[in-house]
């Protein structure tokens, strides 16, 4: 996602799925194919390194998943814990959370 728009929306009638570590949320979008937006605050994880080996996993992971995924909009949320898991970890986390909001929403 590129600008400030797109992750207003996203935030404004979002589902979300989350860890202790981060939280992913989702809102459908009119595209036929999903898109990632990251939120990777300085306040969060302090060093440029560790935010983005964040995002580099972050994005992978969902390159892996994509073609699984439904046609929604996701933002990745980074919390302060994040930066302490392994990159296997954080794969097993992204996948358990990518599945939670593939999922038919219900309501």
Known sequence: ???PEHYKNVF????????PHFTIIARNNSL???RLGLAVPKKQIKTA???NRFKRLARESFRNQQHQLPHKDFVVIAKKSAQDLS???MY???DKLWQRLSRPSRG
Do not use: C, W, Y
Not at 12 to 19: F, P
């Open 1 to 3: 996602m590129l600008t």
């Open 12 to 19: 404004q009638q979002a589902h979300r799925a989350g860890s």
């Open 32 to 34: 036929s194919h999903p």
């Open 49 to 51: 390194v560790a935010r």
């Open 87 to 89: 990159n296997d970890e």
């Open 92 to 94: 097993k986390i992204f």
